[in-house]
């Protein structure tokens, strides 16, 4: 089983061959979040290791077959890691700003104990290794000086694709590495839109980052936008199961569009409660606290009767 090709994406797949076939070491994936980008890496590191000569990954070959579910999303457990920016902190509080640090990347006494540089400079199992930084726009200028020469000169079996809005979110040392590929917004097809009306990813031509939201998260926002009619009690429940799915980072978003949809003063209360629990959470508030302090704020929001939408 190879990756899934990226839906709607022609262009930059083509783009994609060229540089397989050119060789090109450090890329950059520029786009708007939930159009495709990672799944176009995972294509590219298939197209790389197929043992077929084509366009596209053949899906049968051995090094197709490697690729494997796991953790919900397919991964290539041989030559294909990604690394992304931690939204919590080493104390587990959430981050207020995610950051990729230095011993993601680079060895460090007491850092990570498996970091990206030396994984990539060791010899592949297929082809060619393929390491995604996931946010490189929030790759600290300490992280980056430490990758900074890997960046400029990878290992000939090695591939870097960086993730990140567009050249001008990097630091320009790192934007001037790499060779970029710009990944548009998709429309949604009428299943997507059926299933996840009205998320605001929607309007923004980005459904992909739909399809990656579990249904957990999504059933999660659903129980506890019900428990806000009920009682106190009923509310604290339902947090709990929304506490579990934070991390998926779905649920702000998912809450201020159910919010949206109940009218201007109900959305603007919810858009205060939902910052003011990221700036408390951040600032080593109590975390609990912090929770039950927005489920309060939430239930006040609801409440409130129709207004025009905000702009
Ligand atoms: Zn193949």
Redo the contacts with the bound molecule.
Sequence with gaps: M?PPRPVSQEAALDTLRQLARAGTRTLLFAGPDGVGRRAAARWFAALLN???AGDE?????A??GAWRQADGSLRWVRDYREVSAATTTKEGRAARRPTITIDQLVPRAGGDHDPLGPWLASAPSARVRVAVIDGADELGEGAANAFLKTLEEPPSHARIVLVAPGPDTLLPTVASRCTVVRFKPVPADAETVRRFHPHPALRLGRPASLLEASDEARSAVSAFEASLHGSLAETFEGLKALIEVWQSGEVPGMLRERARARGAPTYLACDAALEEAEAASSAYAHRALVFKRLALALRSAWRHGPGELPS
């Design positions: 190879s197929c043992r077929a990954p053949c899906g049968s070959c090094e197709c």
